[in-house]
């Protein structure tokens, strides 16, 4: 058994989940084990991707209530439009 663990740590939060990875099949031969091992990683990966996911949008949503997240798109489409630019100045 092993576990899967993420973390996540911001000026305003800290996020930490710890998944087990437990196989199934125990009892069959190494390529049986394994494989039933990497099937219990990737249920474990998807379920972390999910809450990761989840957290994220919370986040986001909590910024985007302060006016936050509008000013970073506001940077982006500029450093987007400066980028464009340099492109057509390179032909």
Do not use: F
């Given at each position: 058994m092993s576990?899967?663990?993420?973390?996540?740590?911001?000026?305003?939060?800290?996020?930490?989940?710890?998944?087990?990875?437990k196989a199934?099949?125990?009892?069959?031969d190494a390529v049986d084990q394994e494989a039933s091992y990497v099937?219990?990683?990737?249920l474990q990966v998807r379920k972390l991707q999910e809450d990761v996911?989840?957290?994220?949008?919370e986040e986001m949503d909590?910024?985007?209530a302060k006016g936050v997240v509008d000013q970073g798109?506001?940077?982006l489409a500029t450093i987007e439009k400066d980028g464009a630019e340099e492109e057509e100045e390179d032909d």
């Amino acid at each position: 058994m092993s576990n899967l663990a993420a973390t996540y740590t911001s000026p305003e939060r800290h996020w930490s989940e710890t998944y087990e990875v437990k196989a199934n099949n125990t009892t069959g031969d190494a390529v049986d084990q394994e494989a039933s091992y990497v099937g219990a990683l990737e249920l474990q990966v998807r379920k972390l991707q999910e809450d990761v996911n989840k957290m994220l949008t919370e986040e986001m949503d909590k910024e985007k209530a302060k006016g936050v997240v509008d000013q970073g798109q506001d940077t982006l489409a500029t450093i987007e439009k400066d980028g464009a630019e340099e492109e057509e100045e390179d032909d």
